[in-house]
């Protein structure tokens, strides 16, 4: 089981930036990705961004051209997201996760609150 300890969360007003960072109690492995999910109220949880062990990326469709995800090159346990221009809609509980290829696996962080407000 992995542990993922998300951070960065907040307040911030529509048009600004938020980082948030997650991190694994292991470091990925070459079939792993991290990722961000979001969830809110009342809607499913989805994809934001994932990054593979290799660096590859993936991004759901209304955040592509404002969020970037990395990760750290060296321990390849940290993942970061760099959220601009947010909008009132970026708002929800952001989940960090750990999986295998480019989709989510069963490894969940507690979940950290982004409120962008108008």
């Known amino acids: 089981q992995v542990q993922l300890v998300e951070s960065g969360g907040g307040l911030v007003q529509a048009g600004g930036s938020l980082r948030l960072s997650c991190i694994a109690s292991r470091r990925m492995f070459s079939s792993n990705n991290m990722g961000w999910y979001r969830q809110a109220q009342g809607n499913q949880r989805e994809l934001v961004a994932l990054?593979?062990?290799?660096?590859?990326?993936?991004y759901g469709d209304s955040v592509k051209g404002r969020f970037i995800v990395s990760r750290d090159s060296d321990a390849k346990n940290t993942i970061y997201l760099q959220m601009n221009s947010l909008k009132v809609e970026d708002t929800g509980v952001y989940y960090c996760n750990m999986g295998l290829g480019v989709t989510m696996g069963k490894n969940w962080g507690q979940g950290i609150q982004v409120t962008v407000s108008s």
């Open positions: 990054i593979t062990e290799r660096g590859i990326t993936k």
